[in-house]
């Protein structure tokens, strides 16, 4: 398993600042530190347990138990393909087979890059859209694996474009 790197604390530091010190305030704080740093840290976790008070066992059972959570960096776009029965029936496994290959990682993996995680959910309740992939916030209904690199190129252009604007003074 990769060692991850160190963490900036201050991002930390600065959400327990905004919820009381107490257990029902777990599940916030660790929403908002898996948004900061699109993972759950293992010294962040443990500085959570201390600031709320909280065994350092509950606060992994509660970071374990929602699909929500990761242990492990993210990359910066989340691709998910949903294996609902109707997904299901309709070819999910073969996107996830297409995905797997054009991204070199399995399912629930990511790029050593960090910016592609592949996850596979159960249902997404858009069972019209079948088979569906998401990529990142982008919902591609009626998905073929010939199209999957045209579903990620997009995710690329719109980070170049992102960048692009960023830097236009």
């Known amino acids: 398993m990769p060692e991850t790197p160190c963490v900036d604390m201050n991002a930390t530091e600065a959400i327990l600042e905004r919820y009381p010190r107490a257990e029902p305030s777990l599940i916030q704080v660790l929403q908002d530190v898996q948004r900061a740093y699109n993972y759950l840290p293992c010294d962040v976790l443990v500085r ?61 993996h990511t790029t050593d890059d960090l910016k592609f995680t592949l996850t596979t959910v159960r249902c997404v309740g858009a069972c019209a859209m079948a088979p569906l992939v998401i990529v990142g916030d982008a919902y591609h209904g009626g998905a073929k694996p010939a199209k999957i690199g045209k579903y990620l190129a997009a995710v690329e252009v719109e980070a170049d474009e992102h960048e692009e604007a960023g830097h236009a003074h």
């Not at 959570?48 to 960096?73: I, R």
């Open 48 to 108: 959570v347990a201390e600031a709320l008070d909280v065994p350092l066992a509950h606060v992994f059972s509660v970071s374990t138990f929602y699909k929500a959570f990761a242990l492990e960096p993210q990359g910066e776009t989340i691709v998910k393909v949903c294996m609902g029965t109707a997904c299901h029936i309709r070819g999910a496994g073969q996107l996830v087979e297409e995905l797997e290959r054009q991204l070199g990682i399995a399912a629930e």
